[in-house]
């Protein structure tokens, strides 16, 4: 068992199973995309846009929520396909696949960024979207969620200069404060990063 299966190895889903208040402003009419989910942990946000009618996968590094992610999209009556995948692997997705590739709280090692972002940004066809919640290295002060280490938390503006090298026009990208209320992990007052980009 790696560090997320871990986690996820409880009865309850440790983020909720409620999507992401920011997935859910941007995604809230019905559609039908292609959608990938990276570090999807549980599937809450997948089972989401599965129910608005999109053609969902989810990819993480941990079977235990991909098998949450199963019985979650079951017990709602919709098809969410799953691959166990290390996102922070050179390409872990099929480039130009997908019409919007989403990344909530991608929690990776430092050294495995880069290639988190570039995996976020290539799997996406010319005209599709990228949207992300990803915290900021401010959210160290709130300790409400997320990592203990600064290190693999992100900066707005370096997170821009990265998304930038992959031909993406940003919508919006800024950090903001939040209150977020996601199962016991998140709770309260959060420092984040919420991006909207289009790809060229």
């Known amino acids: ?12 889903y440790i983020y909720g199973t409620e999507p992401n208040a920011w997935i859910k402003s941007i995604f809230n009419k019905k559609g039908n995309m292609k959608v990938a989910l990276l570090a999807e942990g549980e599937g809450r946000n997948a089972v989401y846009m599965a129910k608005l009618g999109h053609d969902v996968t989810a990819y993480d590094l941990s079977q235990v929520g991909i098998d949450k992610t199963g019985k979650l999209a079951q017990s709602e009556g919709v098809a969410v396909k799953t691959n166990l995948q290390d996102i922070t692997e050179s390409d872990a997705l099929p480039k130009s696949e997908y019409d919007i590739s989403i990344n909530v709280f991608g929690h990776v090692l430092p050294e495995g960024k880069r290639e988190m972002v570039r995996n976020l940004a290539e799997c996406v066809k010319p005209g599709g979207y990228i949207v992300l919640e990803l915290y900021s ?13 600064i290190h693999m938390m992100f900066d707005a503006a370096d997170l821009r200069r990265e998304l930038e090298k992959y031909h993406v026009e940003v919508i919006e990208l800024k950090e903001v404060i939040v209150r977020r209320s996601e199962g016991p ?3 309260g007052k959060s420092a984040v990063i919420q991006g909207f980009l289009k790809k060229k």
């Open 137 to 149: 290295k401010r959210q160290i002060e709130f300790q409400t969620g997320g990592p203990k280490d």
């Open 1 to 12: 068992m790696n560090h997320w299966d871990e986690k996820f190895d409880v009865e309850e």
């Open 185 to 187: 992990m998140h709770q």
